[in-house]
């Protein structure tokens, strides 16, 4: 993905953070802002402490409980994934969709690719019904190789990395 097309995500994501605040009356501080910002500019995700390195070299005040409390926003709003398997939170696509969503991970240059396969989604609750179990939350990741990744591309050309 080129540099104008990630950048065009990036502000088309931020301007949906935005409009989501503005309609649930919910405020974007300033750090809840940034943070999202820093997860928004990586694809492929970032890890808490990568976060507060970012933010304690703009401002030597960040501490964890910071970044964290930024994070619980940012998640419990929809406006971030926690990629379980990585410790590592990546932008949300589509904020609409929060609770029917599988994450694709490349693991050879970390590009993640957000879907939003409802039927996958129905099919998992229902089955979890059928034995008697209430689903609370769900966390589908499928690690592979994104098409620029494929075995018959030399890693040095990937795309994404």
Not at 31 to 41: A, D, G
Not at 52 to 76: C, G, K, M
Request: hydrophobic share 40%; aromatic share 4%.
């Amino acid at each position: 993905m080129s540099q104008v097309s990630e950048e065009l995500i990036a502000r088309e994501l931020m301007a949906k953070a935005d409009a989501l605040c503005k309609r649930e009356a919910l405020r974007l501080t300033p750090t809840r802002r940034r943070v999202l910002e820093l997860i928004v500019h990586s694809p492929g995700g970032a890890k808490a402490y990568d976060l507060l390195d970012a933010l304690a070299s703009e401002n030597s005040s960040a501490r964890p409980p910071t970044v964290y409390r930024a994070i619980d926003f940012l998640l419990n709003h929809g406006l971030i994934h926690r990629i379980e398997s990585l410790s590592a939170y990546v932008r949300c696509t589509c904020p609409e969709h929060v609770q029917a969503y599988q994450l694709l991970i490349c693991e050879v240059c970390g590009y993640v690719q957000e879907l939003h396969e409802e039927h996958i989604d129905q099919r998992l609750d229902a089955a979890a019904a059928k034995q008697g179990f209430f689903v609370e939350k769900k966390t589908i990741e499928v690690h592979g190789r994104c098409q620029d990744c494929q075995p018959d591309t030399p890693i040095s050309e990937s795309v994404h990395v």
